[in-house]
């Protein structure tokens, strides 16, 4: 071998030597960021996971929604570990949202539920023998239902939905959509009331 030949293979071996380096530098950054993401997300995991023991008082015996698809059950006063598989930062959100909406359907089922947004048109259909226009349905549910705040659209489209039910007719009048109770379907409002 030349002394040329020797020199062109030591700066080989050094360019790559100094590229490994810088590569192995670059993962150990990509590995740091991912190591604190994950401490993040296992920091959000205990706090649902504490949350819900919490709670488990309120719920009885009975298993969050989660527990029953995974089949794993949480002991009341145990330490919950986190799963020990990789999440991502969406999916992290997204179990938090899911025990989030667990827990407040657990809490929500001793109370009685809120009636569809059918049903309470349905129900102001069948107060008037009249067709009345979903806008007129729209000012009359925000009045006796200012909890409820659907807007004129949404009011339609269940509206409707209801047509297509066959619990509700639609009249057309000119350019304006008037909306009653189906004669079937009166009959079981009247019957309520």
Do not use: C, F, W
Request: glycine fraction near 6%; charged fraction near 25%; charge should be positive.
């Amino acid at each position: 071998m030349t002394s040329q030949s020797t020199a062109t293979l030591r700066s080989r071996y050094a360019e790559r030597a100094a590229s490994d380096l810088e590569e192995n530098r670059h993962q150990q950054e990509e590995l740091a960021k991912a190591l604190v993401r994950l401490k993040h997300e296992e920091a959000l995991l205990v706090d649902i996971l504490s949350l819900a023991a919490r709670h488990e008082g309120l719920l009885g015996a009975a298993e969050l929604p989660a527990q029953k698809e995974s089949g794993t059950v949480i002991p009341a006063g145990r330490p919950v570990q986190p799963p020990a598989q990789q999440t991502t930062g969406r999916s992290a959100h997204l179990t938090e949202r899911r025990l989030k909406r667990a827990l407040a359907e657990s809490g929500a089922k001793g109370k009685s539920r809120q009636p569809l947004l059918g049903e309470i048109l349905s129900a102001l259909l069948g107060a008037h023998p009249e067709p009345r226009l979903a806008k007129e349905l729209h000012a009359e549910l925000t009045a006796e239902h200012p909890d409820r705040s659907p807007t004129p659209q949404v009011v339609r489209n269940t509206l409707e939905s209801l047509v297509a039910k066959g619990q509700v007719q639609r009249h057309k009048q000119q350019r304006s959509v008037l909306y009653t109770l189906a004669d079937d379907a009166r009959g079981g409002v009247l019957a309520e009331r």
